[in-house]
Nanobody, 126 residues
Framework: VQLVESGGGLVQAGGSLRLSCATS????????IGWFRQVPGKEREAISS????????YYQDSVKGRFTISSDNAKNTVYLEMNSLKPEDTAVYYC????????????????????WGQGIQVTVSS
């Protein structure tokens, strides 16, 4: 199983980035994919998730209206479009995969999440 994030980098406040999570090694349609972020000294937090077969989505309140999650089932890839970025969005972003959507919406112990990517840095300058 592989999850590979791409698309991170440095952007000015108010700008946009699109993160990609390319997956392989499991049946994409049977899973939910989530995006998490973590800053030093803080716990990893769920920011957005999508249940692939139903397209059901979750957004953390702090990103609602600014971030959009989507999937390309033909490419087994999930995207996170991030607009109106703020300095407080600066973090390492991780994608994760789990058969259970509720595992990726900020409840439960993250140690039970099936698969993680390696993480990618997003830095928003003020």
């Amino acid at each position: 199983v592989q999850l590979v994030e791409s698309g991170g980098g440095l952007v000015q406040a108010g700008g946009s980035l699109r993160l990609s999570c390319a997956t392989s090694g499991f049946t994409f349609d049977d899973y939910a994919i989530g995006w998490f972020r973590q800053v030093p000294g803080k716990e990893r937090e769920a920011i957005s998730s999508i249940e692939i077969w139903s397209s059901k989505t979750y957004y953390q309140d702090s990103v609602k209206g600014r971030f959009t999650i989507s999937s390309d089932n033909a490419k087994n890839t999930v995207y996170l479009e991030m607009n109106s970025l703020k300095p407080e969005d600066t973090a390492v972003y991780y994608c994760a995969a789990d058969p259970e959507f509720l595992s990726l919406v900020g409840i439960g112990d993250l140690k039970y999440v099936n698969h993680w990517g390696q993480g990618i840095q997003v830095t928003v300058s003020s």
